[in-house]
């Protein structure tokens, strides 16, 4: 089996390959990737690989930014020290998910249910093609937004783009309107239509139909124009240009 792991502190890696060993003298350790930017380029060129344990939390950001860069059609083993993103890790091709310090029966469960999933789809494209098809069902169609002491529903074609501000994250309408809504911009980005909203930095998650103009910016990133929000500059992120100019250009 040829294992990718994607995970930035050296010890955990280096623990998680002996498991993997131990668990089956055949495995391949093909690459251990420690951030979103190195994993990106890495998938972008590699597609011989059958597994790959991805840790959540990288020093550049959560792992779940890499699937808004680059597809990845193989079993995905999540591990973190936080149990936070559970439901998020699930809605891509996640067939478990484990919580760190990892153990080595931790590991042969993880690997003995990816076992029985291929007994029962049959190859590993099989397996998470039925998982990814799950994951695009559940693509949501309102959001409940807070207005003081009422709770509002939002349709999403209605919604323009979301935004955070330290912790919170606001939803602005095709109106103008805006409110806070109860969400992180990661679990957003496993919950919307990924041919129409686009998350172009930290910040920011827009509507395709929400785009006035796109300009050329200082070193090599776009600044996105809206006719809904002026607030602040809507940039979009040197290592999301290449990803957001192919999304742009499939609208």
């Known amino acids: 089996m040829k294992v990718v792991i994607v995970e930035d502190e050296p010890l955990a890696a280096e623990k998680l390959e002996r498991y993997l060993v131990k668990h089956n003298a055949t495995t391949e350790i093909l690459e251990t990737l420690p951030s979103i930017s190195k994993a990106v380029s890495w998938f972008q060129n590699n597609q011989d690989y059958d597994i790959v344990f991805m840790d959540i939390q990288l020093t550049d950001g959560l792992s779940f930014e890499i699937f808004n860069q680059v597809q990845i059609l193989k079993p995905i083993v999540f591990t973190t020290a936080f149990d936070e993103y559970a439901i998020d890790a699930f809605k891509v091709n996640s067939v478990d998910y484990i919580l760190k310090p990892i153990t080595f029966t931790d590991l042969s469960n993880a690997m003995k249910k990816l076992q029985k999933l291929q007994n029962v789809f049959g190859a590993n494209e099989h397996v998470t093609k039925a998982v990814q098809q799950l994951s695009d069902s559940k693509t949501k169609d309102r959001f409940l937004v807070r207005l003081g002491n009422h709770i509002h529903?939002?349709?999403?074609?209605?919604?323009?783009?979301?935004?955070?501000?330290?912790?919170?994250?606001?939803?602005?309408?095709?109106?103008?309107?805006?409110?806070?809504?109860?969400?992180?911009?990661?679990?957003?980005?496993?919950?919307?239509?990924?041919?129409?909203?686009?998350?172009?930095?930290?910040?920011?998650?827009?509507?395709?139909?929400?785009?006035?103009?796109?300009?050329?910016?200082?070193?090599?990133?776009?600044?996105?124009?809206?006719?809904?929000?002026?607030?602040?500059?809507?940039i979009v992120s040197r290592e999301k240009v290449t990803a957001f100019k192919s999304w742009f250009e499939g609208n």
């Open 153 to 234: 529903s939002i349709k999403t074609e209605e919604i323009a783009l979301f935004y955070a501000e330290g912790r919170t994250v606001y939803l602005i309408t095709n109106e103008k309107k805006k409110y806070i809504l109860d969400y992180k911009l990661e679990s957003l980005e496993n919950v919307l239509e990924s041919s129409v909203f686009f998350r172009v930095n930290r910040t920011f998650i827009v509507n395709i139909s929400s785009i006035a103009d796109v300009l050329v910016y200082s070193n090599s990133r776009l600044k996105i124009s809206s006719d809904v929000y002026q607030e602040k500059e809507i």
